[in-house]
């Protein structure tokens, strides 16, 4: 079974730009959550969408958001970038987490730099 | 909101002896203990988990403690070997409930000496 696919793996952009992250989970899973990792903060969550609804939310401001496709493949969007947003971005997949089992299971990130 | 504190941030240990390392956390609702190892350029890996129904669990060389008493939970690597080389993640959560987001602690460093 593949497992959580990320894509681009790798990302440069400059200040006051946007970004676009993909996410594809684990074939079966329906929820899917994303965080930030940096050396400064470690590993902060995001947001976790289940069935196209955001269930879950970080302490992160207005400029990241996300969503979830029917097939529960996720995007997550940063607008007007700053330089403190450089961090590898992990996608993380699971059944549900409602569901008793809260098995999280991680792709390999996309690391974002901005300039 | 959750809290969960990580000891030691580096670890170094020859090839063969045994690792440990220590979380505690703060909400006593979280029920569901992670441990992740993240490798250099990779996302982290989970190795093992526990639920708080239960006190250990083994798989092979590793094994997991968990306290609820003491609010604390440790990782043991024993016969260690170089390629257990990675950061380890120790990770809290509230199982069962729309609440399951994952609080992580900062992270070990294990560097196995051959």
Redesign the interface.
Known sequence: KAG?TQTPRYLIKTRGQQVTLSCSPISGHR?V?W?QQTPGQ????LF?YFSETQ??K?NFPGRFSGRQFSNSRSEMNVSTLELGDSALY?C?S?WT?????????????TRLTVL | GENVEQHPSTLSVQEGDSAVIKCTYSDSASN?F?W?KQEL??????II?IRSNVGEKKDQRIAVTLNKTAKHFSLHITETQPEDSAVY?CAA?I?????????????TQLTVWP
Do not use: I
Not at chain 1, 97 to 109: L, Y
């Open positions: 959580v929820s959550s965080y470690g590993l902060q969550f976790e269930r879950n970080g992990l993380a699971s987490v409602s569901s008793g089992n809260n098995e999280q299971f991680f792709g390999p990130g | 569901y992670p992740y350029g990779k996302g982290p890996q989970l988990d993640f959560s199982m069962g409930s729309t609440l399951g987001r994952l609080y992580f602690g900062r992270g």
